[in-house]
């Protein structure tokens, strides 16, 4: 079946360090996504892809970036991470119809920067 | 002001019941309108679509007011089961997949 992973699942690490969250999806979608999500917010765009070599900022894109260099994978990337970017992060995908709606989410990556 | 609002909660009710969300929207242009369900730790998956005419699935009834930019759902005989929280969820006006999630409303259903 196809599916959309996210590794690692739990990472911890420290203020400075960069970081590299992995997402991969067998769904062949053309448009990828992240998000983040922290309470009181719910779901935040970082960056978005709608195919290969194509990259886009979010919302909240600043210390963050993302490369699509293949249709299955967009690794979400923190420079330098940050006390404010410990977070549960969301990767996602959908097809080309763009008013479906129905983004196929990961199971999250949780975050924490010490 | 937020794109996407939505009370977050909790609402406690006993099983059986029936209870409604409400959602607001800012951006006018917005043509799309869903929700989602979100269980505890889990991701976020798509519950239903919102339709103009309004849409029913089984216990749960959908509305998009575009006039008032207000969107609705309604659960009815609520389940055990039905405890998540439920995200509003609006596309980007320029309509190129993007999605606005409101922060979500926790339901707790009560035995």
């Known amino acids: 079946d196809a599916e959309i992973t996210q590794s690692p699942r739990h990472k911890i690490t420290e203020t400075g360090r960069q970081v590299t969250l992995a997402c991969h999806q067998t769904w062949n979608h053309n448009n990828m996504f992240w998000y983040r999500q922290d309470l009181g917010h719910g779901l935040r765009l970082i960056h978005y892809s709608y195919g290969v070599q194509d990259t886009n900022k979010g919302e909240v894109s600043d210390g963050y970036s993302v490369s699509r260099s293949n249709t299955e994978d967009l690794p979400l990337t923190l420079e330098s991470a940050a006390s404010s970017q410990t977070s549960v992060y969301f990767c996602?995908?959908?097809?080309?119809?763009?008013?479906?709606?129905?983004?196929?989410f990961g199971e999250g990556s949780r975050l924490t920067v010490l | 002001r937020k794109e996407v609002e939505q009370d977050p909660g909790p609402f406690n009710v006993p099983e059986g019941a029936t209870v409604a969300f409400n959602c607001t929207y800012s951006n006018s242009a917005s043509q799309s309108f869903f929700w989602y369900r979100q269980d505890c730790r889990k991701e976020p998956k798509l519950l239903m679509s919102v339709y103009s005419s309004g849409n029913e699935d089984g216990r749960f009834t959908a509305q998009l007011n575009r006039a008032s930019q207000y969107i609705s759902l309604l659960i009815r005989d609520s389940k055990l089961s039905d405890s998540a929280t439920y995200l509003c969820?609006?596309?980007?006006?320029?309509?190129?997949?993007?999605?606005?999630f409101g922060q979500g409303t926790t339901l707790q259903v009560k035995p």
């Open positions: 969820v609006v596309s980007s006006s320029s309509n190129t997949g993007k999605l606005i």
């Open positions: 996602a995908s959908s097809d080309g119809q763009l008013n479906t709606g129905e983004l196929f």
